[in-house]
C-alpha cells in the first residue's frame, strides 16, 4: 500500500505557474505508475497526465499539453505537476494517484488503485 500527500496548491493569477508536488509513503514508490486528475466545481473528475515508473514515458490531456508537465524523482518518491501559462479554467481540486501496473499509462480513474487527498488551485482572471 502506498500513501500519498498533495501540496503546493494555493491561488494564483492567469498566467502564471504553479508547482503541485505529491509525496508517497509506503511501499516502494517505483513500484507504481502516478498521475494527476483534477476535478472542477460541479465536474466529474478527469485526467490530467501521467508517467510511467522510470519517468520513461509521459502522457497529458489535450487541454493542458504544452503548459503542464509531469515528473517524478524515485529517490525522493515525489511526483510533481509544474503548471504553467495557467487559465480560469484550471481551477479545480488536483488530485495524484497510484496505479500497480507500474508501466502503464494511468489515463482513467479506474486504472487507479490510491489516491491522495487533493490539493486545491485556484486561477484568478
Known amino acids: 500500500q502506498v500513501q500519498l500527500v498533495e501540496s503546493g496548491g494555493g491561488l494564483v493569477q492567469a498566467g502564471g505557474s504553479r508547482r503541485l508536488s505529491c509525496a508517497a509513503s509506503g511501499r516502494t514508490f517505483s513500484y507504481y505508475a502516478m498521475g494527476w486528475f483534477r476535478q472542477a466545481p460541479g465536474k466529474e473528475r478527469e485526467f490530467v497526465a501521467a508517467?510511467?515508473?522510470?519517468?520513461?514515458?509521459?502522457y497529458y490531456a489535450d487541454s493542458v499539453k504544452g503548459r503542464f508537465t509531469i515528473s517524478r524523482d524515485n529517490a525522493k518518491t515525489t511526483v510533481y505537476l509544474q503548471m504553467n501559462s495557467l487559465k480560469p479554467e484550471d481551477t479545480a481540486v488536483y488530485y495524484c494517484a497510484a496505479d500497480r501496473d507500474r508501466a502503464r499509462m494511468m489515463m482513467t480513474e479506474k486504472q487507479a488503485d490510491y489516491w491522495g487527498q487533493g490539493t486545491q488551485v485556484t486561477v484568478s482572471s
Open positions: 508517467i510511467t515508473w522510470s519517468g520513461g514515458s509521459t
